[in-house]
């Protein structure tokens, strides 16, 4: 196993050196903390992740979840991780102090939730999902139904899950066929059927409560007759008791990676005897749940980050070693062999897995930032609130679909062995595939910015987002060694622009289909842009700080950092004219190819 996963280093920089999170500080609403309480979490979370997490990740891997006596039975340890949560306070972390949270800006919240995750994805999913289950309830339940649930979620004592998705509605949720039916006020009978359940039952707490979207009896079709519920497991009984909620696990999946956390099918309400408690009003549920949805869309393309900046240190610690071949310059075979670190097409594989882990987690502690700002200066509250709306889907689909790309790189920086299980790339590979599907596949991610977030209040979320990285470019063109840089981006910027405005054309003219239909495409070159923003950022702090008096060790750091930004917008940058002329060729092929053209 591997014996690093995460850089501190590199942890520091980004959030203190790049993004200035002790600044948060300043804000009456986190005026408690300082950047020492900072040091002092992310201390803790690297010991929690070492000493808890980490030592079991390829046993949880190894010896997946499965069903005893109608019960999911999950790796022993998960009981600890799950008090060890909520007892630390790591659960409840994000949480007012009126509801006993730490009050913790999400941007801290967030470089923990990174370590935990490339320590150990599987262990890191339980306490993730308590916590967005409940930061549900807090935002739209009501007084009583936080009373009940909240301690014991935020505690790790109960699990959270989202029940969102049924065995013929995936991304789809009108087609949704859960329903409740009214017994009181306020409380449903929930008949119906989830499926791909994270957590969804587990022996490791003592209730699992589910977010469950359901529609009651008689509601308009489609998404505006979705309500939103929590259905438990287990519910309270007159005389205080948990007894059975007939809620039953029908199958667990076996997956091809993420084994440690059981993924199950539900069956609700079989027996006539499922109740379920609204959330909020009728009829709104959707619109509530993308309170986690969105909270879930960041944490995967997180964890996505997190998984290929493990395996990008166990291919760096791997590469260092192994010593095979000799430079081309050197044909004396007598010579000793190099660490195959020193060829530069390793050299090549390693700068591509550096710029997507460290790029990824710059822009998505970015995004937690601006999550922050919107809490903490409420009068620019609206900024905040659309630049988060427009970076969201690239936030979740840049990391998850890229983090497939670079640990494929990591297994092939190891030849044969990255191949086996002997070493944990192969494990970090299996478990980063389902990051392109869950919480909404990367053609819903799309679609979302093309078809809603570009456009969104006039087009202003778009237009805040050119001002952001406009601002970056005005810094990089005062400094001589990144003005070349500064222009590319620009550049990329207004082609950016220019092929928006283009497609906005072809909505009005042609249509939604020949408009959305390379909404993926679109998506990632906006992306292209926006890490392409993040490592000139990172470029800027670096070139200042090379301009100061630096130790050796930081010196080599900032230098990694520049030449990371050289590789980005040297290799992945120009990436951006192909798909530039992709989306401004008028074929449609993809609208044209008829389904009966599929033949053999």
């Known amino acids: 196993m591997a014996t690093r996963f995460v850089s501190d280093r590199n942890i520091r920089f980004t959030l203190f050196e790049v993004l200035a999170a002790d600044s948060l500080t300043t804000y009456p609403y986190y005026k408690a903390h300082s950047r020492k309480t900072f040091d002092m979490i992310i201390d803790a979370a690297m010991k929690l992740s070492k000493t808890l997490m980490h030592p079991i990740f390829e046993e949880m891997d190894r010896k997946p979840p499965e069903m005893i006596n109608n019960e999911v039975h999950v790796h022993p340890h998960v009981k600890k991780i799950m008090r060890e949560a909520g007892e630390g306070g790591w659960i409840a972390s994000i949480f007012p102090y009126d509801l006993d949270g730490e009050q913790l800006p999400w941007i801290m919240a967030g470089i923990c939730s990174h370590i935990f ?20 309830i807090a935002s739209f339940g009501n007084e009583d139904q936080k009373k009940t649930y909240l301690p014991n979620l935020l505690n790790g004592v109960w699990q959270g899950t989202m029940a969102l998705t049924e065995p013929e509605a995936g991304s789809g949720l009108a087609d949704i066929t859960t329903m409740a039916y009214p017994v009181t006020d306020g409380i449903y009978k929930i008949k119906g059927q989830k499926v791909f359940i994270s957590a969804g039952d587990h022996n490791g707490v003592d209730n699992v409560v589910h977010l469950m979207l359901a529609k009651i009896e008689g509601a308009p079709a489609g998404v505006k007759g979705i309500s939103l519920f929590i259905v438990p497991k287990k519910r309270i009984s007159a005389d205080g008791k948990l007894v059975s909620n007939d809620v039953a696990v029908s199958q667990i999946f076996h997956k091809m990676g993420y084994r440690g956390c059981p993924i199950t099918q539900l069956a609700i309400g079989e027996k006539n005897d499922c109740m379920g408690y609204l959330v909020g009003e009728p009829n709104k549920g959707l619109f509530y749940m993308f309170q986690m949805m ?37 044909k004396d075979p007598s010579t000793p062999m190099i660490p195959i670190i020193e060829h530069s097409d390793v050299k090549r594989m390693l700068l591509f897995q550096r710029a997507v882990s460290e790029g990824a987690l710059s822009l998505i502690m970015q995004c937690f930032k601006y999550a922050d700002l919107k809490i903490a200066d409420p009068e620019n509250g609206e900024k905040y609130h659309l630049l988060l709306e427009i970076l969201t889907p690239i936030a979740k689909t840049y990391p ?80 001589e060694g990144l003005n070349h840089l500064a222009g590319e981006l620009k550049a990329s910027l207004e082609t950016l622009e220019k ?102």
């Open 294 to 330: 969105n909270e879930s869309r960041l944490g995967v393309g997180l964890a996505a980050t997190s998984i290929a900046t493990a395996a990008y240190y166990a291919a760096l610690e791997y590469t260092k070693g192994r010593r095979q071949g000799r430079r081309p310059d050197q």
């Open 499 to 600: 092929v928006t405005g283009a497609l906005v054309k072809i909505a009005r003219e042609k249509g939604p289909e020949v408009f959305l239909s390379d909404a993926t495409l679109y998506l990632e070159m906006f992306s292209n842009v926006t890490i392409a923003w993040q490592w000139l950022t990172q470029a800027i702090v670096a070139d200042t700080a090379l301009g100061k008096k630096c130790s050796e060790n930081d010196t080599n750091f900032y230098q990694g950092k520049l030449h990371t930004c050289r590789y980005f917008f040297g290799y992945e940058l120009p990436k951006n004219l192909g798909l530039e002329k992709r989306l401004l060729d008028p074929d449609t092929v993809t609208v044209d190819m008829q389904t009966k053209y599929f033949t053999d």
């Open 400 to 479: 998850s679909e890229m983090a497939c790309l670079s640990v494929s790189q990591s297994i092939q920086c190891l030849g044969g062995y990255g191949y086996c299980d002997d070493f944990p790339v192969e494990q970090h590979y299996r478990d980063t595939r389902i990051h392109p599907i869950h919480e909404g596949t990367t053609g819903i991610q799309g679609m979302d910015i093309l078809g809603r977030k570009v456009t969104m209040s006039n087009g202003k979320a778009f237009l805040l987002f050119i001002d952001e990285v406009n601002e970056t470019i005005k810094k990089a063109l005062e400094k």
């Open 117 to 136: 995750c490339a320590s150990n994805y599987s262990a890191s999913v339980y306490p993730e999902l308590a916590r967005g289950a409940a930061n549900l």
